[in-house]
């Protein structure tokens, strides 16, 4: 039997950075061993899971090109996928542990569990449950059930034990049984609990690896008891690092967007999102940073996994976004930035000629160097469909009070009616020309037009801002600027 892995997540809200880059990488080492990976929801709780967050979590896979072979909307053999559709099955596993002894029915109330958890903090145990209902008599057991308590089923830990763990990642990691009061497996209403539902999944499911969040390995041993106590072998555990903000603390919403369609939103591209968060605790071997999917599945491996935490740093990710930025057609890149634009109420749909198309193409095409994800074009448009008067403020209202810009406009507007073409070329020699005609450095001739068409200091290139922009509107912006600004 090869690799099988799995993505588990709970679908209790969007799809994380972390939930995503736990997903990449099982992905990635099934690919890598031509394995087969599996996509299952963990929706036993019922309050906080929807179908609506599952399927915002399967979307934002497909988007990342995350594909399954086996799971939720694509079947396999050992469905279902969904928790919530197999109780059955747990069942099945629930009478096989009460049967041979290795969990038990506890009545204990809530209340009762408070005061023991109360009372152990007050002696400073650790708080753990204790075992009161660890040796009920059928007798004592019928007393319970006439008092109409609904019993919990407990697994029973076993005393003295010390649990190992392989960790592909972190080695070999200890932790002593007697630590772990006897815990919760199903629950009063019938639901299993997380550690025992996830047992009965990997086992049935057949997986040989869990590739998980750090944040899982307390409940490690928890699992290993219960596959033990089933006679079944554990999968092989690898659980790859937190993920921790570049001041060192917990990823928060306040350190940028967590869910992965809110890049998505934003303009990144997916194959930045899936380089970037290959990146996140694992590292390739040589000087090369950038890997599409492809690549990655080529060259992933657990050891290059990293035990120390993955730093999230948005800074190294919009450089990983602009090079993909850089790579992608101009009409793929205009299609994505198209919405972030008409969020301005610009370019509106079904108003738009195949004019206006070919005129955002070429706009994409003279910013698109200079942005990091596609609603920066928001920061570059309005130097074309903001409204006249410009409002040149600070030292771009300073760079139109030199002397010679009166001198340097009015020749400008000389070249620009003789430009028939008014094409980027046409237009760099014409700047060019200006500067020897007027004898001034580039700078005391660039600067002022700049202002005087755009309002700022900086922006896309003068010989794309010209084309773009168009006669009218240069000629327009000329006139008003001179009017207001120039004596
Ligand atoms: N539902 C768990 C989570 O979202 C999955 C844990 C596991 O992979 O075992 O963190």
Same mark, same amino acid.
């Given at each position: 039997m090869g690799i099988r892995v799995r993505f588990a997540p709970s679908p209790t809200g969007p799809l994380h950075i972390g939930g995503a880059r736990s997903a990449l990488f099982n992905y990635l080492w099934a690919r890598r061993n031509k394995g087969t990976f599996i996509v299952r929801s963990e929706d036993t709780d019922l309050e906080r899971s929807s179908r609506e967050s599952e399927h915002n979590i399967l979307e934002a896979l497909r988007w990342l090109n995350i594909q399954w072979d086996e799971g939720i909307e694509v079947g396999g053999e050992h469905g279902p996928y969904r928790q919530t559709d197999r109780l059955a099955l747990y069942q099945d596993y629930t009478n096989k542990l009460l049967n041979s002894g290795h969990a038990y029915y506890c009545y204990c109330t809530e209340e009762e569990l408070e005061q023991e958890r109360q009372a152990l903090i007050a002696k400073g145990e650790t708080p753990r449950y204790l075992g009161k209902c660890r040796h009920l008599t059928s007798e004592q057991r019928a007393v319970l059930e006439?008092? =109409?308590r609904k019993p919990v089923v407990r697994f029973r830990v076993p005393e003295g034990q010390a649990i190992h763990i392989e960790d592909q990642v972190r080695g070999d990691v200890v932790f002593e049984s007697d630590g772990i009061g006897d815990y919760v497996i199903v629950k009063s209403d019938g639901i299993p609990t997380y550690n025992f539902a996830v047992v009965v999944d990997d086992t049935t499911m057949n997986i040989t690896h869990v590739i998980r969040g750090e944040e899982h390995l307390s409940n490690t041993p928890r699992q290993v008891l219960i596959y033990q106590a089933l006679g079944l072998s554990a999968p092989t555990f690898a659980h790859i690092s937190l993920i921790l903000n570049t001041e060192g603390g917990k990823m928060s919403k306040r350190d940028g967007d967590t869910a992965v369609m809110d890049y998505q939103?934003?303009?990144?591209?997916p194959e930045a999102i899936v380089n970037f968060i290959a990146l996140l605790g694992w590292a390739p071997s040589g000087e090369e940073e950038f890997y599409t999917l492809d690549e990655l599945a080529e @060259?992933? #491996? $657990?050891?290059?996994?990293?035990?120390s935490p993955a730093v999230f740093d948005i800074q190294k990710l919009n450089y990983i976004n602009a090079h993909y930025i850089k790579e992608a057609s101009l009409e793929r890149l205009a299609e994505l930035a198209l919405p972030h634009v008409q969020e301005m109420g610009i370019l509106p749909p079904g108003e738009? #000629? =195949?004019e206006q198309q070919q005129w955002f193409i070429s706009f994409i095409e003279a910013i698109f160097e200079k942005i990091a994800y596609l609603a920066e074009v928001k920061d570059f448009i309005h130097y074309f469909y903001g409204g006249v008067p410009l409002k040149p403020e600070g %030292? =771009?209202?300073? @760079? $139109?009070?030199? %002397?010679? @810009?009166? =001198?340097?406009l009015a020749l400008f507007r000389e070249k620009i009616r003789e430009d028939e073409l008014l094409s980027g070329t046409t237009v760099k020699v014409l700047l060019k020309q200006m500067t020897k005609e007027l004898k001034l450095g580039g700078k005391f001739v660039y600067m002022p037009v700049r202002v005087a068409l755009t309002g700022q200091m900086h922006g896309p290139e003068l010989y794309d801002v010209i084309p773009l922009l168009g006669r009218e509107? @240069? $000629?327009?912006r000329l006139e008003v600027t001179e009017k207001r600004y120039l004596k």
């Open positions: 006439t008092e =109409a939103k934003k303009g990144y591209l @060259v992933f #491996s $657990l050891d290059r996994v990293s035990k738009r #000629s =195949a %030292e =771009a209202l300073e @760079v $139109l009070r030199g %002397e010679q @810009v009166p =001198a340097v509107n @240069v $000629l327009e």
